[in-house]
């Protein structure tokens, strides 16, 4: 993609210090919920990266606040893919599947966004046949006006409208991953 094709992410939707001050209070729900537990965190590649490591750090912060409350982390990431065809809209698929620790766990999936839905719903689909102790989502954004698919999300950073939204791991065509706030795209 060349600069002059590149659209520009303009408009900050959600700045940094939003961003970080939401994630923490992420963290501390997710203390409480968890308190003295072991909890797989599963990472969903690539796009829950930045938020994936911001949370877990929240997480740890929380704890500090009391150190009676512990919740014993592990990191898992799977890795999945849409793509279009003919004859369905869109169909997922799983690239990386996660290891073997996951079964008979308590999970939290980490999710950038829930946009259609299908990908968290295939995801589900795919966990409820490692028999895990239970599974939840917290997603960074909801963006509830494309869902297709109806599903439950556990802990939601913040509802985004109707736009293409890029930054802190949301990518366009692989780019602006590496922003630290979220941004709308702007077409040129
Ligand atoms: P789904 O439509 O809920 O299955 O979303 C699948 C994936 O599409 C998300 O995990 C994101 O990686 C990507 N996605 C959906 N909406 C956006 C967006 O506005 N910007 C960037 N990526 C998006």
Redesign the pocket.
């Known amino acids: 993609m060349s600069a002059a094709t590149k659209p520009l992410p303009k408009s900050v939707l959600i700045s940094e210090v939003c961003l970080q001050k939401r994630i923490r209070e992420l963290g501390t729900q997710i203390v409480d919920d968890y308190e003295n537990q072991e909890l797989v965190l599963l990472g969903?590649l690539r796009?829950s990266v930045l938020f994936f490591a911001d949370l877990s750090r929240a997480i740890f912060g929380a704890q500090l606040k009391n150190i009676t409350r512990e919740v014993h982390i592990r990191f898992e990431f799977v890795q999945l893919t849409?793509y279009h065809n003919n004859t369905q809209p869109?169909a997922?698929e799983l690239i990386h599947s996660g290891s073997d620790y996951l079964k008979r766990r308590h999970i939290l999936i980490v999710?950038?966004?829930?946009?259609?839905?299908?990908?968290?719903d295939f995801l589900r689909e795919y966990l409820w046949t490692l028999n895990p102790k239970t599974v939840k989502v917290c997603a960074l954004l909801n963006?509830p006006s494309?869902r297709r698919v109806p599903v439950t999300i556990d802990y939601i950073g913040f509802e985004v409208p109707d736009?293409?939204?890029?930054g802190y791991g949301?990518?366009?065509a692989q780019q602006y991953r590496n922003l630290p706030y979220i941004a709308l795209l702007e077409s040129t």
């Open positions: 969903v796009g849409s869109s997922v999710e950038d966004i829930v946009d259609t839905g299908q990908t968290l963006k494309k736009a293409f939204i890029v949301l990518d366009y």
